[in-house]
């Protein structure tokens, strides 16, 4: 079965650091773009970056660039997200899937979502 | 960055009604867009890629049409299951995601 993983909730103060994960399996993982998406308590979908595992070359939008840091570790079909200073505003549902097409541009859809990771930061 | 304007942001019909979703991105694009289904409390899944391409599994009812800056989202005769927030997203170039649908039951 194809799937995304991702690891637990989270609870952080103002200031901390954060790295959460997505572990994928039943695919060759390198050959797939990996986006992150963010979601706010009772809010839209925000498109956050991408990265492909297989070299990890990884695009942010404009509105994350710099907030977050998108990597991957290919040996253990794992992709990361991660922040150096953490916000209250950084409070949300953080997903991540997986792009359609294998070999892709990066131009996909997402067919394949993580279950989320709860990020919850307060003092 | 192309972004992309969803409407309307609720709608309430009955079962068994057309629902009509529309997108209009800021600038033209190809086919590069999708339509997504969201549940309260679940992720995301992909309902339509491509502009107008069924993904394995989604009943057909649910289709997709557009070119240029406009996109449409259609459930032909809408079902209970069918509850949920949908979201348009173009990928010409960065990804973006318009606001959302909420449709729900009258």
């Known amino acids: 079965e194809v799937q995304l993983v991702q690891s637990g909730a989270e609870v952080k103060k103002p200031g901390e650091s954060l790295k959460i994960s997505c572990k994928g399996s039943g695919y060759t993982f390198t050959t797939y773009w990996i986006a992150w998406v963010r979601q706010m308590p009772g809010k839209g979908l925000e498109w956050m970056g991408i990265i492909y595992p297989g070299d990890s070359d990884a695009r942010y939008s404009p509105s994350f660039q710099g907030q977050v840091t998108i990597s991957a570790d290919k040996s253990i079909s794992t992709a990361y997200l991660q922040w150096s200073s953490l916000k209250a505003s950084d409070t949300a549902m953080y997903y991540c899937a997986r792009s359609r097409r294998a070999y892709s541009s990066g131009r996909d859809g997402l067919d394949i979502w993580g279950q989320g990771t709860m990020v919850t930061v307060s003092s | 960055d192309i972004q992309t304007t969803q409407s309307p942001s609720s709608l309430s019909a009955s079962v068994g009604d057309r629902v009509t979703i529309t997108c209009q991105a800021s600038?033209?694009?190809?086919?590069?867009f999708s339509w997504y289904q969201q549940k309260p409390g679940k992720a995301p899944k992909l309902l339509i890629y491509?502009?107008?391409n069924l993904e394995t599994g989604v009943p057909s009812r649910f289709s997709g049409s557009g070119s240029g800056t406009d996109f449409t989202f259609t459930i032909s005769s809408l079902q209970p299951e069918d509850i949920a927030t949908y979201y348009c997203?173009?990928?010409?170039?960065?990804?973006?995601f318009g606001g959302g649908t909420k449709v729900e039951i009258k």
């Open positions: 491509e502009t107008s």
């Open positions: 600038q033209g694009i190809r086919n590069y």
């Open positions: 997203q173009q990928y010409e170039n960065l990804p973006f």
